[in-house]
């Protein structure tokens, strides 16, 4: 027999489980087009005026992820809180709490960079002196108040992205969306982007970024989920992380393959582990200090080794990654194992 | 509701703000049907034989050609929006607690004055090459709103295509191909009765030709049968069916 005992005049209680201490809160997240699961059943969390850093390759599901939250897609399946707010059930009133800037710089390129802030300022519902004054007060802070009536299709591609960025300020979010908000962009202009979101973050954003660049991550997240294929494989700060996937690693390419051993034998003292030989080249892990390259050139001349080339490799993206999901896989398999 | 005229004010001022930064669209929309105009009038007007109510054939030829373009008038609204989807625009507004008609609202008014305009011009170069009004300044008004109103219902058309194809180029195209035969197989060009029957039949249930005669009723007095009352119900029916379909559309609209 069914029975009611809630009353419902006094649950007032948000649906979603709202958590005050988290800023974005992701359980369970599925979302499908068509047979292609662009996320599997993701889980985030975020504490207020933290950066959030989504790591991981083209079509990993990062896109995917911060379009729900930013409301633009309803998700198949799970929860997701920002700011305390359900992302689907309350969307009108989470919209006014987010900023969004994309990959591409979202700005129309026959207005000047003013007028594009006045918009964005009056659509969410500012009179038109206040945006202007906001407006400006953006352009000021973002160096670009010598453009500001210079329509934006004369912006470098640094001065679109800015301006971009600028116009998901407009209202003052206490949460923004970054998707790739350095991608494509020169060295320089991605350093004061760089700089920019973290004078954001200490006045208290909180920012999720997506990235496909470790060093981004790297700089700016203080904690990284690693995506690939729809789920998060890793979560952890970058040190964290990068402790998973080794140092550095020394690559040595010998004239001759049959030197190897003795290669082999005088860098062994160098590494974490034994080195590997793969044909005419030689691979050992090493931990990170200074002074590598020449230790190792001196203990090769000594064993009278001939060397073609010597290269040091930081861990790439490609590191992290690979050593992750092959780390992941192992796991896989030794359950597998255990369970038969 | 007051949120949706404010919001549909915003991005239809940014349309036309927009509109005068990109001079060579502006000279397309005005040269090109007068350009047209001009063609019709001394390349086959000689040619094409109208009924003797009509005093000569740039009388019958221009209602005929502003229902023409005014329906192409559109095509600012499919190539915005087109171009607002694909750069990351259309992400923006949808994130923004702004009301969700308006983007559509405010481009598809912003095409309503830039319609106005060509309407202008191309009357203005009708009366320079021979047409003249027989008509009260009520009945010219009324002419003028009742393109206005189908350019208008066409603008939704437009939103829709706009939303729904992958590139401009796409867009440009699909429209041409939807809008040229409806144009030509109807009384604008040519008296129906010249047609094959087949095309007679279609030319006749058209509702460009309903507007064109719509047009001829109320700027030259010719008959009007229904006609007036009919172009009316269509454009109404067109706005009724289009409009909810492309906002429909843009709340589910996935940038690139």
């Known amino acids: 027999m069914p029975t009611r005992l809630e009353d419902p005049m006094t649950d007032v209680r948000p649906q979603g489980s709202a958590d005050p201490e988290l800023a974005i809160k992701v359980r369970g997240l599925r979302k499908s087009f068509g047979d292609v699961h662009a996320l599997d059943g993701v889980d985030l969390e975020a504490t207020p005026g933290t950066v959030l850093g989504l790591l991981g390759p083209n079509g990993a599901g990062k896109t995917t992820a911060v379009r729900v939250m930013a409301t633009l897609l309803k998700p198949d399946a799970g929860e997701v809180c920002v700011a305390g707010l359900d992302a689907v059930r309350e969307a009108t009133a989470l919209r006014e709490r987010i900023g969004l800037a994309g990959q591409y710089a979202a700005i129309d390129e026959n207005l000047t960079g003013l007028e594009n802030l006045v918009m964005v300022g009056r659509l969410y519902g500012m009179k038109r002196a206040q945006a202007t004054a906001r407006g400006r007060e953006l352009l000021e802070r973002f160096e670009l108040t010598n453009a500001a009536d210079r329509p934006a299709k004369t912006y470098s591609g640094g001065m679109r992205r800015r301006l971009d960025l600028g116009a998901a300020l407009v209202a003052k979010p206490p949460i923004l969306f970054l998707d790739e908000p350095t991608t494509g962009l020169d060295p320089r202009s991605r350093l004061e982007l760089w700089t920019t979101i973290e004078e954001l973050?200490?006045?208290?954003?909180?920012?999720?970024?997506?990235?496909?660049?470790?060093?981004?991550?790297?700089?700016?997240?203080?904690?990284?989920?690693?995506?690939?294929?729809?789920?998060?494989?890793?979560?952890?700060?970058?040190?964290?992380?990068?402790?998973?996937?080794?140092?550095?690693?020394?690559?040595?390419?010998?004239?001759?393959?049959?030197?190897?051993?003795?290669?082999?034998?005088?860098?062994?003292?160098?590494?974490?582990?034994?080195?590997?030989?793969?044909?005419?080249?030689?691979?050992?892990?090493?931990?990170?200090?200074?002074?590598?390259?020449?230790?190792?050139?001196?203990?090769?001349?000594?064993?009278?080794?001939?060397?073609?080339?010597?290269?040091?490799?930081?861990?790439?993206?490609?590191?992290?990654?690979?050593?992750?999901?092959?780390?992941?896989?192992?796991?896989?398999?030794?359950?597998?194992?255990?369970?038969? | 509701m007051s949120r949706l005229v404010s919001d549909t004010m915003v991005v239809a001022e940014r349309n036309l703000v927009r509109l005068t930064r990109a001079p060579d669209l502006l000279l397309a929309f005005t040269v090109q049907p007068v350009m047209f105009v001009l063609l019709f009038v001394y390349v086959f007007g000689g040619a094409i034989i109208i009924p003797q109510t009509y005093d000569g054939y740039a009388e019958f030829l221009l209602p005929g050609i502003l229902v023409q373009n005014i329906a192409f008038g559109g095509f600012v609204t499919a190539l915005g929006l087109n171009e607002d989807l694909q750069k990351g625009l259309i992400d923006r507004f949808r994130s923004l607690p702004m009301a969700r008609a308006a983007v559509l609202a405010g481009r598809t008014l912003a095409d309503v004055v830039t319609n106005t305009l060509s309407v202008v011009i191309l009357t203005l170069t009708g009366l320079i090459i021979g047409f003249s009004f027989d008509a009260s300044i009520i009945e010219i008004a009324g002419g003028l709103g009742l393109l206005l109103?189908?350019?208008?219902?066409?603008?939704?058309?437009?939103?829709?295509?706009?939303?729904?194809?992958?590139?401009?180029?796409?867009?440009?195209?699909?429209?041409?191909?939807?809008?040229?035969?409806?144009?030509?197989?109807?009384?604008?060009?040519?008296?129906?009765?010249?047609?094959?029957?087949?095309?007679?039949w279609f030319a006749e249930i058209n509702p460009f030709t309903i507007l064109v005669d719509a047009m001829r009723a109320l700027w030259v007095d010719q008959p009007a049968g229904n006609s007036v009352w009919g172009a009316v119900a269509w454009s109404l029916a067109i706005i009724v069916i289009f409009a909810p379909l492309a906002v429909a559309r843009y709340r589910r609209a996935a940038g690139r």
């Open chain 2, 149 to 200: 109103l189908f350019g208008y219902a066409f603008s939704w058309v437009f939103a829709l295509l706009g939303l729904l194809v992958s590139s401009p180029e796409a867009a440009n195209s699909l429209g041409f191909i939807a809008v040229f035969p409806l144009t030509f197989i109807s009384s604008a060009f040519v008296p129906v009765e010249s047609m094959p029957s087949a095309l007679r």
């Open chain 1, 201 to 340: 973050v200490a006045e208290g954003t909180t920012v999720l970024l997506t990235t496909q660049y470790l060093d981004e991550a790297d700089r700016l997240a203080d904690t990284i989920a690693v995506i690939d294929q729809g789920r998060v494989i890793a979560t952890g700060t970058p040190d964290e992380l990068k402790d998973r996937v080794g140092g550095q690693r020394l690559e040595v390419r010998l004239s001759t393959k049959e030197e190897a051993p003795i290669a082999a034998r005088a860098l062994a003292p160098m590494g974490d582990e034994p080195p590997r030989t793969v044909g005419d080249t030689v691979r050992v892990s090493v931990a990170r200090r200074d002074g590598l390259i020449v230790d190792a050139v001196r203990r090769l001349d000594e064993a009278g080794v001939e060397v073609d080339d010597i290269t040091l490799r930081r861990p790439t993206l490609d590191d992290v990654f690979l050593a992750l999901t092959g780390h992941v896989a192992e796991i896989a398999d030794d359950e597998e194992e255990e369970a038969a």
